[in-house]
C-alpha cells in the first residue's frame, strides 16, 4: 500500500490534483480521509476545482496530450519551459509525457540547441577531431542531414566525397609485416585488425585471449596470408615463441643475429626474409650479442 498524503499540505494537494488528475474521492482514499475533509482544505488554500462545463483540458492543459507532444516535439520546449509555459511543475509534465507515452527529449533538445549556438563546436569534431556526419550527429542526437544543414547554414565546408568515403568504410590493406588486414577509422583514430585474428575469434577461439597479449594467432605452414581456417591456431606467446625460434637452424638463426648485429635493417624486415616475428630476431640476437644494440626500429 502507498504511503498516505498529507491532506492539509497545500502543494502536495495541487499536484495531486492537478498535477496527477486525481479526482477529491481517489485523493480523500490516498489521504485515508473524507471526501468533505478533502474539499474543506482545497477549499481554505484556494485550489480551484476542475470546471465541469468549459474546454476538456482548460485548467490542466498537460493533460492534453496533442498539445503537449506539439510543445515538446514540434515546438521542442524542454520540460522545464513547458512547466513555465502551462504554470505547473516539471514533475508534472515528467508524469503526463509517461502517460501520453511521449518520449522525453529534454536532453536531446539541450544538444541541438548547443549545436545551433556554437558553430565552432561542430567545426572541431568535423575537421579537428575528424567525426563523420553520423558520428556528429550522434554526439548532438540528430541525423546526419540536419547535421549537414546545419553545416551549409554556418558556412562550414565539407570533407570531399573521396575523403569521407574512405573515412566511412574499413579497407583491406597488408600491413609492414606481411599480414593481410582491415584498416578503418573511428573518432579521428585509424586502426588496423589483422583478418587472421578475426578468423580465430570465427573459429571459436576466446576474443580475450586473441587480444590479450598472452596468446598469439599462429598460421600453422608459416605463409601469413595463408587466412584458411585450417590453418589457424592459437598458442602461447612462450609456444609460439619457442615454435619460430625452432623454425631455423644454427646457421639461420647466427646469420639472423649478424644482420641485426652489423646491418641496417629494422628487426621485422629482417623477421620476414626468414618467416619469423620481429622479437624473435630480438631475441636470437640477444642469444649471440647479449644486450640489443640501440637500433631504431
Do not use: C
Not at 635493417?265 to 644494440?293: C, D, K, M, W
Request: glycine residues 6%; negative net charge.
Amino acid at each position: 500500500m502507498s504511503d498516505v498524503i498529507d491532506h492539509t499540505d497545500k502543494e502536495a494537494l495541487k499536484e495531486l490534483y492537478y498535477g496527477e488528475g486525481l479526482s477529491v474521492n481517489e485523493i480523500a482514499d490516498r489521504s485515508a480521509v473524507t471526501y468533505p475533509t478533502v474539499i474543506h482544505w482545497m477549499d481554505k488554500h484556494g485550489i480551484e476545482r476542475r470546471s465541469q462545463g468549459g474546454g476538456k483540458h482548460e485548467n490542466t492543459p498537460w493533460r492534453d496530450e496533442p498539445r503537449l507532444r506539439q510543445l515538446h516535439h514540434e515546438e521542442e520546449l524542454t520540460v522545464p519551459e513547458i512547466a513555465e509555459e502551462l504554470d505547473t511543475t516539471d514533475t508534472t509534465i515528467q508524469t503526463w509525457l509517461r502517460r501520453h507515452d511521449i518520449e522525453n527529449q529534454t536532453n536531446d533538445i539541450k544538444r541541438r540547441r548547443r549545436m545551433w549556438a556554437d558553430p565552432e563546436e561542430l567545426r572541431r569534431l568535423y575537421h579537428d577531431e575528424e567525426l563523420s556526419l553520423r558520428e556528429v550527429g550522434e554526439v548532438f542526437g540528430v541525423d546526419r542531414d540536419r547535421v549537414r544543414s546545419e553545416m551549409d547554414r554556418h558556412g562550414i565546408p565539407r570533407r570531399s566525397r573521396l575523403v569521407a568515403v574512405r573515412n566511412t568504410y574499413a579497407t583491406f590493406r597488408i600491413d609492414d609485416a606481411g599480414y593481410e588486414g582491415w584498416s578503418s577509422r573511428h573518432r579521428g583514430k585509424y586502426e588496423f585488425l589483422r583478418v587472421h585474428r578475426l578468423l580465430a575469434i570465427a573459429k571459436g577461439y576466446d576474443a580475450h585471449k586473441v587480444f590479450s597479449g598472452d596468446y598469439h594467432v599462429h598460421h600453422i605452414n608459416g605463409v601469413k596470408w595463408d587466412n584458411r581456417p585450417d590453418n589457424i591456431e592459437l598458442l602461447k606467446h612462450s609456444e609460439h615463441t619457442r615454435y619460430h625460434h625452432q623454425k631455423l637452424t644454427g646457421l639461420d638463426r647466427l646469420r639472423v643475429a649478424e644482420l641485426y648485429e652489423h646491418g641496417k635493417e629494422a628487426s621485422y624486415t629482417i623477421g620476414r626474409q626468414f618467416g619469423v616475428s620481429s622479437n624473435t630476431v630480438l631475441e636470437i640476437h640477444r642469444e649471440f650479442f647479449g644486450t640489443p644494440v640501440s637500433t631504431a626500429e
